[in-house]
């Protein structure tokens, strides 16, 4: 090589050396700028003002832009405001479009979504996110775009492994599942979201490796109480029964969370009548282990079945209800959109719901989700639990598969249900639209369909032998309606209200 040609590439090399910074270089200062302002984040608890928009001030366009708008979402978070929330979505896909690139972006467009069902905020279509679909689902996208550009970034990973899953079930959580089978190695996962990663395999399906992959959150030091409840749930579901009453029985003593102590009560509602739950409230945790063998072994001896028999037909309606009954969102009609906007549920880990009655509790509560999730997390106020079931599924848990069943056709759908208890009397229920606009199906327990005029009451009677009888016994001045013949009839609410559907079924408690 001649002089003047390694002058030549000397020069090359000094003028490509004195170009500014590739694009992707570029996101070096952005990126450290976005990271001070989560960490900060983090660090503003329950009572803790949140920075002023001044704190944005010397960041200059898009930065400036997703500096602000992550301020506002902690205050989606403290106070889901309808009109914030919707403008804070719309800002983030501003930012995204400017900057599509930017994991943080795409994290923060996540948070953005996952807030929108907590503030009543329809879902719309947008990026990574379909005409149709939840925000749950457009989260979930956003959030693999975020670790498909930055696979290192945590707080993405433990968002994707604990946030709420789509109503639309498997089919919008593909990526989701991938990408988290691809980082759980690789990421330093906390317990919560190792737990997460279980419950997102077991949605997909794939329950040997989801019974795997509890076991490990387990070991990670996940909930114990939760991860049995988990196992008790899938082992029954692989027909692996004994392992399943086992990790049942002993997860009623290693409920000393918040979070668990709640799920092992929101199991037990599912059978147990009011006084049943009220003695359950009662009992010292370490003591609920033979409080629960004990009462799933009284369940067997009610029902003259065979040792064990009785929890394994519950986990058998409990899959039934969740294979047949559980909230979807309709394909046509307003009650499509009120579903999607809906979706999501308002509670959240760290202040569950109603049942938390006291600043103490919530602190407790909080305090346990900073331990399990890490303290360095910015957001924490979205839902990891939801109410999946309608009514019919309460009751075809609580009462199992009835004897008959029938349904209108056209017009305001109802259904009715039979079981036939002889030599008891028959137990009857009615179920109705969540409108009664034509739009939904028959998803909400109901007094009678005496209200709903003489064309429903035909189509629910007509072919349904017994199924009706005491329709015409109604008594209007005592309000009642007398289900089932003789001195064992029950009596159930005036007709045309519809019912809490865990208060009616502990009236009707014959599970």
Same mark, same amino acid.
Request: aromatic content about 6%; hydrophobic content about 40%.
């Given at each position: 090589?001649?002089?003047?040609?390694?002058?030549?590439?000397?020069?090359?090399?000094?003028?490509?050396?004195?170009?500014?910074?590739?694009?992707?270089?570029?996101?070096?200062?952005?990126?450290?700028?976005? /990271?001070?302002?989560?960490?900060?984040?983090?660090?503003?608890?329950?009572?803790?003002?949140?920075?002023?928009?001044?704190?944005?001030?010397?960041?200059?366009?898009?930065?400036?832009?997703?500096?602000?708008? *992550?301020?506002?979402?902690?205050?989606?978070?403290? %106070?889901?405001?309808?009109?914030?929330?919707? %403008?804070?979505? #719309?800002?983030?896909?501003?930012?995204?479009?400017?900057?599509?690139?930017?994991?943080?972006?795409?994290?923060?467009?996540?948070?953005?979504?996952?807030?929108?069902?907590?503030?009543?905020?329809?879902?719309?279509?947008?990026?990574?996110?379909?005409?149709?679909?939840?925000?749950?689902?457009?989260?979930?996208?956003?959030?693999?775009?975020?670790?498909?550009?930055?696979?290192?970034?945590?707080?993405?990973? @433990?968002? *994707?492994?604990?946030?709420?899953?789509?109503?639309?079930?498997?089919?919008?959580?593909?990526?989701?599942?991938?990408?988290?089978?691809? *980082?759980?190695?690789?990421?330093?996962?906390?317990?919560?979201?190792?737990?997460?990663?279980?419950?997102?395999?077991?949605?997909?399906?794939?329950?040997?490796?989801?019974?795997?992959?509890?076991?490990?959150?387990? +070991?990670?030091?996940?909930?114990?109480?939760?991860?049995?409840?988990?196992?008790?749930?899938?082992?029954?579901?692989?027909?692996?029964?004994?392992?399943?009453?086992?990790?049942?029985?002993?997860?009623?003593?290693?409920?000393?969370?918040?979070?668990?102590?709640?799920?092992?009560?929101?199991?037990?509602?599912?059978?147990?009548?009011?006084?049943?739950?009220?003695?359950?409230?009662?009992?010292?945790?370490?003591?609920?282990?033979?409080? #629960?063998?004990?009462?799933?072994? /009284?369940?067997?001896?009610?029902?003259?079945?065979?040792?064990?028999?009785?929890?394994?037909?519950?986990?058998?309606?409990?899959? @039934?209800? #969740?294979?047949?009954?559980?909230?979807?969102?309709?394909?046509?009609?307003?009650?499509?959109?009120?579903?999607?906007?809906?979706?999501? !549920?308002?509670?959240?880990?760290?202040?569950?719901?109603?049942?938390?009655? /006291?600043?103490?509790?919530?602190?407790?509560?909080?305090?346990?989700?900073?331990?399990?999730?890490?303290? !360095? +997390?910015?957001?924490?106020?979205?839902?990891?639990?939801? @109410?999946?079931?309608? !009514?019919?599924?309460?009751?075809?848990?609580?009462?199992?598969?009835?004897?008959?069943?029938?349904?209108?056709?056209?017009?305001?759908?109802?259904?009715?249900?039979?079981? !036939?208890?002889?030599?008891?009397?028959?137990?009857?229920?009615?179920?109705?639209?969540? /409108?009664?606009?034509?739009?939904?199906?028959?998803?909400?327990?109901?007094?009678?369909?005496?209200?709903?005029?003489?064309?429903?009451?035909?189509?629910?009677?007509?072919?349904?032998?017994?199924?009706?009888?005491?329709?015409?016994?109604?008594?209007?001045?005592?309000?009642?309606?007398?289900?089932?013949?003789?001195?064992?009839?029950?009596?159930?609410?005036?007709?045309?209200?519809?019912?809490?559907?865990?208060?009616?079924?502990?009236?009707?408690?014959?599970?």
């Amino acid at each position: 090589m001649g002089r003047a040609t390694r002058l030549s590439l000397l020069l090359v090399v000094v003028a490509f050396l004195s170009l500014p910074a590739n694009i992707a270089a570029q996101e070096g200062a952005p990126r450290a700028a976005v /990271d001070s302002i989560l960490a900060e984040l983090a660090r503003t608890g329950p009572g803790t003002p949140i920075p002023e928009a001044s704190r944005c001030g010397s960041y200059p366009g898009t930065l400036g832009r997703l500096c602000g708008e *992550l301020l506002d979402l902690k205050r989606i978070e403290r %106070d889901p405001k309808p009109g914030l929330a919707f %403008d804070t979505e #719309m800002a983030l896909r501003r930012v995204i479009g400017e900057e599509p690139e930017w994991a943080t972006g795409w994290y923060a467009l996540a948070m953005a979504r996952l807030q929108l069902p907590r503030a009543g905020v329809l879902a719309r279509e947008g990026p990574l996110q379909p005409l149709g679909v939840t925000s749950e689902a457009g989260a979930s996208h956003a959030l693999v775009r975020a670790l498909e550009i930055e696979p290192t970034f945590l707080l993405a990973a @433990e968002a *994707l492994a604990i946030a709420p899953f789509p109503r639309e079930g498997a089919s919008q959580m593909g990526d989701r599942r991938e990408m988290l089978r691809r *980082l759980r190695h690789q990421l330093p996962l906390s317990p919560a979201a190792r737990l997460g990663v279980a419950l997102v395999e077991r949605e997909a399906g794939d329950n040997d490796t989801a019974v795997v992959m509890l076991r490990e959150a387990l +070991v990670a030091g996940a909930d114990s109480g939760s991860v049995h409840l988990e196992l008790a749930r899938i082992l029954h579901r692989l027909q692996r029964s004994d392992e399943g009453r086992a990790a049942l029985i002993a997860g009623a003593s290693l409920a000393t969370t918040t979070t668990a102590r709640e799920r092992y009560r929101e199991e037990l509602r599912w059978v147990a009548g009011p006084e049943e739950l009220r003695v359950w409230d009662r009992t010292p945790v370490p003591e609920r282990s033979d409080w #629960m063998a004990a009462f799933w072994v /009284d369940r067997d001896v009610r029902d003259g079945r065979a040792p064990g028999e009785r929890l394994i037909e519950h986990y058998v309606r409990y899959e @039934e209800a #969740m294979g047949h009954f559980r909230v979807v969102i309709p394909q046509k009609g307003r009650q499509k959109f009120r579903s999607v906007s809906m979706a999501g !549920d308002t509670r959240s880990i760290a202040l569950e719901n109603g049942s938390i009655e /006291d600043a103490e509790r919530t602190r407790t509560a909080t305090s346990e989700y900073a331990a399990t999730l890490g303290a !360095d +997390v910015p957001f924490r106020e979205f839902g990891i639990e939801q @109410e999946l079931l309608d !009514d019919r599924g309460v009751i075809w848990i609580r009462h199992g598969e009835p004897t008959e069943r029938t349904y209108t056709s056209g017009g305001t759908a109802m259904e009715g249900w039979r079981w !036939d208890r002889a030599p008891e009397p028959d137990l009857v229920l009615f179920f109705a639209e969540t /409108d009664f606009d034509g739009t939904s199906g028959a998803s909400v327990l109901v007094t009678t369909p005496a209200a709903s005029g003489g064309l429903v009451i035909n189509q629910l009677c007509g072919n349904a032998q017994g199924m009706c009888d005491e329709l015409l016994r109604f008594s209007q001045p005592e309000g009642v309606m007398n289900v089932g013949g003789g001195a064992g009839r029950r009596r159930i609410a005036a007709p045309g209200q519809a019912a809490n559907p865990a208060a009616q079924a502990n009236v009707i408690n014959d599970a």
